[in-house]
């Protein structure tokens, strides 16, 4: 008997690539994140199909900011319409709404209903849909490093006493197990500051496709490429007897 297909318990995804997608249709970049959000629809739909327990997706980065206001506003924008299209969804299949990142950053309209829907969703135990917002890894652990100090200096916490465990209950969602696997679309070979801490062993899945084009196919693919990976953790297996 064959072994069953690898499923990850944790996807995150680096979704890239909806500008260069509209300006190979000479589109505006915003027409690129519109078809983007359909990816996002997509790929939600079948993570569940698939079993995958928590899909985080990388929306929008510290760094983005610094992009036009037309270009901000248009993304902030159709994330106000995910929030009030998708959220049935959510109650439907009893999956929880989670956000990493700056949420302070965000406009207030938009941290009012993300809370309400985080708040609403926060019992559900079926699959969690992390979306990784003003999100930055060095931002996160600064963060933590912060809080970690502020317990050392109330005495509540000795310097020699903090270990990784402690570093990582300081992050922005300490319960979530790390990512088994990361998928970045658009084919650029880097991080681009995302989830630092956590993907220390996660596999690495990138792709030429760019992301409003990275619909179900391109997910199985890439969850197939996982299945076959050999995940070591720095272990041979070898023991010395
Ligand atoms: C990803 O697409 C979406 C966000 C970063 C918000 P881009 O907007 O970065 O598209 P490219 O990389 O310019 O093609
Ligand atoms: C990473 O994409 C951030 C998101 C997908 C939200 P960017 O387009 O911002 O990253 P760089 O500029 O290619 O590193
Ligand atoms: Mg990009």
Not at 177 to 201: A, C, H, K, V
Not at 210 to 220: G, Q, T, Y
Not at 226 to 232: A, L, Q
């Amino acid at each position: 008997m064959p072994d069953a297909p690898k499923i990850p318990r944790h996807v995150a995804i680096i979704m890239d690539g909806n500008g260069r997608w509209a300006n190979q249709r000479g589109l505006p970049r915003l027409r690129g994140h519109e078809e983007g959000a359909e990816s996002v629809r997509a790929v939600i739909r079948a993570c569940r199909d698939y079993g995958v327990r928590y899909l985080t997706l990388y929306a929008f980065s510290v760094e983005n900011w610094v992009r036009p206001q037309s270009e901000i506003r248009g993304l902030m924008s159709l994330l106000r319409k995910f929030l009030a299209e998708r959220e049935h969804e959510l109650h439907e299949n009893h999956v929880r709404l989670r956000v990493i990142g700056r949420m302070e950053d965000l406009p207030l309209p938009i941290q009012h209903s993300l809370k309400r829907v985080i708040k609403a969703t926060a019992a559900y135990d079926q699959g969690e849909l992390i979306l990784a917002l003003s999100y930055g890894g060095r931002a996160e652990i600064t963060h933590a490093v912060q809080a970690i100090a502020r317990e050392v200096k109330a005495g509540l916490l000795a310097p020699k006493a903090i270990d990784e465990q402690t570093i990582a209950a300081h992050l922005y969602a300490p319960d979530i197990p790390d990512p088994d696997l990361l998928i970045r679309t658009s084919g650029e070979m880097r991080i681009s500051n995302f989830l630092l801490w956590q993907i220390s062993y996660t596999e690495l899945y990138i792709t030429e496709v760019l992301w409003p084009d990275f619909r179900e196919a391109e997910l199985a693919k890439a969850i197939e490429a996982y299945g076959r990976r050999k995940r070591r953790f720095g272990d041979t297996k070898e023991r010395d007897v």
